[in-house]
Antibody
Framework: EVQLQQSGAELGKPGTSVKLSCKVS????????MHWVNQRPGKGLEWIGR????????IYAEKFKSKATLTADTSSNTAYMQLSQLKSDDTAIYFC????????????WGQGASVTVSS | DIQMTQSPASLSASLGETVTIECRAS??????LAWYQQKPGNSPQLLIY???SLADGVPSRFSGSGSGTQYSLKINSLQSEDVASYFC?????????FGSGTKLEIK
């Protein structure tokens, strides 16, 4: 069974950065795409971007191109997302999700990581 | 970007009823559509992919249909455990986009 275990809650000050992790067990991330999605308090889901861990290729939603940086470490089967220049509206739950080859669906999800931006 | 318009925003139905949630894409997405269920405090879980294929382990009372720009999710014989928010998502083009969600409650 594939499982995605995300790092814990983060509290960041405005202007700083945080780095979230997503460790995958039960599946080799070299054979997947890893997506990141956010959910602001009481709101819907917003796609941030995805990485192909096999080669590091990334695609971002336009509004996150200067906000999020996606990386992956195939040796530890872990995906990462760094959020930079934090602002109050970056406060959200951030989910990682795994996409099996051949589709664009997010087949398995992490439990989510809360990021709170506050001075 | 492809806009996904989902309706209704909220829905209240009785146990055993059938409910339908709609999703309209701003352009043809060629059935590259998924539905997710998110129970309160949990992460989303895949229900339907390719517009009408049931994900592993999903009860058969859930079904998806549609083509082109119009899609729907139907839940037959509503159960208490179906209380959740439901989201559609297109994966025909990047950036992937989600509908705004439907919150389903039991009357």
């Amino acid at each position: 069974e594939v499982q995605l275990q995300q790092s814990g809650a983060e509290l960041g000050k405005p202007g700083t950065s945080v780095k979230l992790s997503c460790k995958v067990s039960g599946y080799n991330i070299r054979n997947t795409y890893m997506h990141w999605v956010n959910q602001r308090p009481g709101k819907g889901l917003e796609w941030i971007g995805r990485i192909d861990p096999a080669n590091g290729n990334t695609i971002y939603a336009e509004k996150f191109k200067s906000k999020a940086t996606l990386t992956a470490d195939t040796s530890s089967n872990t995906a990462y997302m760094q959020l930079s220049q934090l602002k109050s509206d970056d406060t959200a739950i951030y989910f990682c999700a795994l996409n099996y080859p051949g589709t664009g669906v997010m087949d398995a999800w992490g439990q989510g990581a809360s990021v709170t931006v506050s001075s | 970007d492809i806009q996904m318009t989902q309706s209704p925003a909220s829905l209240s139905a009785s146990l055993g009823e059938t409910v339908t949630i709609e999703c309209r894409a701003s352009e043809d997405i060629y059935s590259n559509l998924a539905w997710y269920q998110q129970k309160p405090g949990n992460s989303p879980q895949l229900l339907i992919y390719d517009a009408n294929s049931l994900a592993d382990g999903v009860p058969s009372r859930f079904s998806g249909s549609g083509s082109g720009t119009q899609y729907s999710l139907k839940i037959n014989s509503l159960q208490s455990e179906d209380v959740a928010s439901y989201f559609c998502q297109q994966y025909n083009n990047y950036p992937f986009t989600f509908g705004s969600g439907t919150k389903l409650e039991i009357k």
